[in-house]
């Protein structure tokens, strides 16, 4: 992992205006996560999820691994460095994707594919998430993979989640304010929402495709539902319940499953946050 000095250079690097601004300046500028010469929020933040997924893939991956590859933003930073492994140190890995960008990820850094019919089980998944809370449980499918990310982490020895700091939450809702994903059938997606919010309470919305006319199409040729929920509950409870109603694919809530998050910080460091029960 490279030192805070390091990181901090390379994010003032990203921002010219703060080249030519005393070094006390840029750092509070950094400091309050915006600059008002540009957008660096966003460097930042891509630097914290450069930070994050280097330290996962660096502690988690050896020789003869077979990798889940998670799927979102965070995930291109941890191939990066997982191609970068293998072709460094000659290292025998097999990737299993979690989505379809997960896969045109993995062929585009040369990286050995298969899938579950091969490799039933994983040694480690590595993946994004949406929000994480304090006993480490997730929401994800922000990007609507929510549904094989879950099958290929069920499957591995160990699920390791890479985030930037964005994502650190006490409980889920204080920073992730898009709810829960929840993957439908298409048929049934107004029944669902409607036993949702009867039972729950809060909103579903059904999330629309943004450079298509009509609703988003998951890899799984369903629908997904936002719920946006109002209030903490018992997370395991609501995921069961929700799974049981006729319709629902699955849910993108991820309990009991990651045993350790690494967080990407602003100050450039990586903080980890490992499961109690794992
Ligand atoms: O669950 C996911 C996709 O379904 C992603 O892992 C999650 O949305 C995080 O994405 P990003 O790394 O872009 O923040």
């Known amino acids: ?3 805070p000095l390091v990181v901090t250079m390379s994010m003032a690097n990203a921002c010219v205006a703060r080249l030519f601004y005393p070094i006390g300046l840029a750092a509070r500028l950094s400091n309050t996560n915006s600059c008002r010469f540009c957008d660096c929020s966003t460097t930042m933040a891509e630097e914290a999820k450069k930070l994050a997924a280097y330290a996962a893939v660096n502690n988690h991956i050896q020789h003869n691994h077979v990798v889940g590859v998670g799927s979102g933003s965070t995930i291109v930073y941890a191939v990066d460095r997982l191609a970068e492994r293998v072709r460094q140190e000659k290292l025998n890995i097999v990737c ?4 379809f960008q997960a896969r045109q990820l993995v062929l585009q850094n040369g990286l050995c594919l298969s899938d579950l019919d091969r490799y039933p089980e994983l040694d480690v998944v590595i993946d994004g998430a949406d929000e994480v809370d304090a006993s480490l449980t997730l929401i ?15 499957c591995a020895k160990q699920f390791i989640v890479i985030a930037d700091y964005r994502k650190d939450s006490k409980m889920l809702g204080q920073q992730w304010k898009k709810g829960v994903p929840v993957e439908v059938i298409p048929m049934a997606h107004v029944p669902v ?3 949702i919010v009867r039972r729950f309470g809060g909103e579903v919305v059904l999330r629309m495709a943004v450079s298509k006319a009509g609703p988003v199409v ?3 040729s369903n629908f997904i539902l936002d719920w946006k929920f109002e209030c903490a509950q018992n997370w395991k409870e609501v995921n069961t319940a929700i799974k049981m109603i006729p319709g629902v694919v699955e849910t993108g809530l991820f309990v009991d499953m990651a045993k350790r998050v690494y967080f990407g910080m602003q100050d450039g460091s990586v903080k980890t946050r490992d499961c109690p029960i794992h």
Not at 96 to 99: A, N
Not at 146 to 154: D, P, S, W
């Open 193 to 195: 929402s409607r036993a």
């Open 1 to 3: 992992i490279r030192g």
């Open 140 to 154: 994800k499918g922000g990007g609507g993979c929510l549904t094989q990310e879950k099958i290929v982490a069920g």
């Open 218 to 220: 998951t890899d799984n």
């Open 96 to 99: 299993i994707p979690t989505s």
